[in-house]
């Protein structure tokens, strides 16, 4: 798994972790979260054993994402063992905190509970892929988890215009600075979907492509904004989803099958 010249020390890091793949982006709000479920149930459903972290230690979105809300998760010995829904082995640091009171934690703190949440003091089974959703951003939880054992690589999630772009291509570069591969860009938001089916570009839909293409990156693919997308996530039904959308699993798996 991961740079075949990483050290042995961090390739012993979760041994029974095939591929542990990163979701990140250069700022909050984009889709991550709703694109690192969406990838994880993706790969569940073509059979293979998945893991989700939720490392979004700032604002995780996924108690609520996952219709887990308000669950303690079990805990074996002195491990947490994931919670088992839509098919995948999902956590979140969201379980572990009260609800609605502000993470207010300085960074040692946050990569601190990161790192246990994600090695230290969670049972994750054998797994095929362990999909991490990191906070938005450039910050100290993508540096940690780069540290902390070899990536099969990152994904970014980006939404078309120019602005958000610019911030994806700062979470590009900080991926390549730390070692890890990229193994493709998502468009997220691509375009609207109204009521009656009518396509609009209201953000500049195919912009993540020609950036993907600019850099000489993977391009995953796109999902549109519709308004069933988001009532899905809010009720904590992210399989429902699937329903003919884009199979952004599948273009990540044939990449990472490629390494
Ligand atoms: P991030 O992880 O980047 O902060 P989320 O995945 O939490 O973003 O998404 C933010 C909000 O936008 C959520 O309410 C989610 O349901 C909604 N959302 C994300 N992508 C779409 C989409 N393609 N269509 C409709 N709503 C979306």
């Known amino acids: 798994r991961g740079p075949a010249n990483a050290p042995a020390e961090k390739r012993s890091v979760l041994p029974q972790v095939k591929n542990?793949?990163?979701?990140?982006?250069?700022?909050?709000?984009?889709?991550?979260?709703?694109?690192?479920?969406?990838?994880?149930?993706?790969?569940?459903?073509?059979?293979?054993?998945?893991?989700?972290?939720?490392?979004?230690?700032?604002?995780?979105?996924?108690?609520?994402?996952?219709?887990?809300?308000?669950?303690?998760?079990?805990?074996?010995?002195?491990?947490?063992?994931?919670?088992?829904?839509?098919?995948?082995?999902?956590?979140?640091?969201?379980?572990l905190v009260e609800e609605e009171k502000p993470l207010i934690w300085r960074g040692p703190m946050a990569h601190g509970a990161f790192k246990q949440l994600l090695t230290d003091n969670t049972e994750w089974p054998a797994l095929d892929y362990l999909i991490v959703d990191l906070p938005p951003g450039t910050g100290d939880v993508p540096l940690t988890l780069c540290q902390l054992l070899p990536l099969t690589g990152a994904v970014v999630v980006a939404t078309p215009q120019q602005v958000a772009l610019d911030d994806a291509v700062r979470a590009v570069r900080m991926f390549q600075q730390l070692g890890a591969p990229i193994l493709g860009l998502v468009e997220n938001m691509s375009y609207f979907v109204g009521p009656d089916g009518t396509e609009h570009d209201i953000f500049g839909r195919g912009g993540t492509e020609k950036a993907a293409q600019r850099l000489g990156l993977n391009y995953l693919g796109a999902l549109p904004m519709f308004t069933a997308l988001r009532v899905n996530s809010d009720s904590g039904k992210p399989n429902a989803n699937f329903e003919g959308e884009p199979k952004l699993a599948d273009a990540l798996m044939a990449i990472v099958k490629t390494l």
């Open 20 to 95: 542990v793949i990163a979701v990140g982006a250069g700022k909050g709000g984009v889709g991550k979260s709703t694109i690192a479920t969406n990838i994880a149930i993706g790969l569940a459903r073509t059979g293979a054993t998945v893991g989700l972290m939720d490392g979004d230690i700032y604002g995780p979105s996924m108690p609520t994402m996952l219709g887990i809300k308000g669950k303690t998760p079990q805990v074996k010995g002195n491990k947490i063992v994931p919670f088992f829904v839509h098919g995948i082995h999902a956590i979140t640091i969201g379980s």
